[in-house]
T-cell receptor
Framework: DAGITQSPRHKVTETGTPVTLRCHQT?????MYWYRQDPGHGLRLIHYSYGVKDTDKGEVSDGYSVSRSKTEDFLLTLESATSSQTSVYFC?????????????FGPGTRLTVL | AQSVAQPEDQVNVAEGNPLTVKCTYSVSGNPYLFWYVQYPNRGLQFLLK??????LVKGSYGFEAEFNKSQTSFHLKKPSALVSDSALYFC?????????????FGTGTQLKVEL
């Protein structure tokens, strides 16, 4: 988890409220990712970023938006949280654009939507 | 599209015995294969990867993995399991045709090592 942190680590919210999760890295890595982890599904990519202000959708992007105004910060926003978005969210980073570069993960944020 | 299958939800093994966690993949080009481990309430930690070359890849904590192109498999192995190896293990694949460094993960295999 060194070099990449997530906040908050735990959050409980109500259906319909907006929620923003923050990922912060100190490695000056260009590529950053948001995943969600659910039993039986493994990790699924929500959105990713390949530079400041450069983002793209992943496999399960509906209901989520992202922003990256600085290299070190990658924000994930749930515009109007739903119970189906209860999950554990992980941020990851990688140094290069090549498909063989391993990703490094943050400690995760456990989100509960009531 | 690329995909990964981990056919076993859980693997149980006695301490000191060899362990194998299975993974098969599907990609349209050359695969890059990864194993990650997740301990309770922690993020994923990188164990090892296959890029090219020797089919047997060695990684952290005594783990190794064998790439088999004909069987499209990348099984994780360790000669002698420890109780501390108990964790959730994920196999993942990426490829140049799969969008560069976008990883696709399997559903995970829970490894339980018992005394």
């Amino acid at each position: 988890d060194a070099g990449i942190t997530q906040s908050p680590r735990h959050k409980v919210t109500e259906t319909g409220t907006p929620v923003t999760l923050r990922c912060h890295q100190t490695e000056n890595h260009r590529y950053m990712y948001w995943y969600r982890q659910d039993p039986g599904h493994g990790l699924r990519l929500i959105h990713y970023s390949y530079g400041v202000k450069d983002t793209d959708k992943g496999e399960v992007s509906d209901g989520y938006s992202v922003s990256r105004s600085k290299t070190e910060d990658f924000l994930l926003t749930l515009e109007s949280a739903t119970s189906s978005q209860t999950s554990v969210y992980f941020c990851a980073m990688t140094s290069g654009s090549m498909a063989y570069n391993e990703q490094f993960f943050g400690p995760g944020t456990r989100l509960t939507v009531l | 599209a690329q995909s990964v299958a981990q056919p076993e939800d859980q693997v149980n093994v006695a301490e000191g015995n060899p362990l194998t966690v299975k993974c098969t993949y599907s990609v349209s080009g050359n695969p890059y294969l990864f194993w990650y481990v997740q301990y309770p309430n922690r993020g994923l930690q990188f164990l090892l990867k296959y890029i090219t070359g020797d089919n047997l890849v060695k990684g952290s904590y005594g783990f190794e993995a064998e790439f088999n192109k004909s069987q499209t498999s990348f099984h994780l192995k360790k000669p002698s399991a420890l109780v501390s190896d108990s964790a959730l293990y994920f196999c993942a694949v990426s490829s140049l045709t799969g969008g560069g460094n976008k990883l696709t993960f399997g559903t995970g295999t829970q490894l339980k090592v018992e005394l």
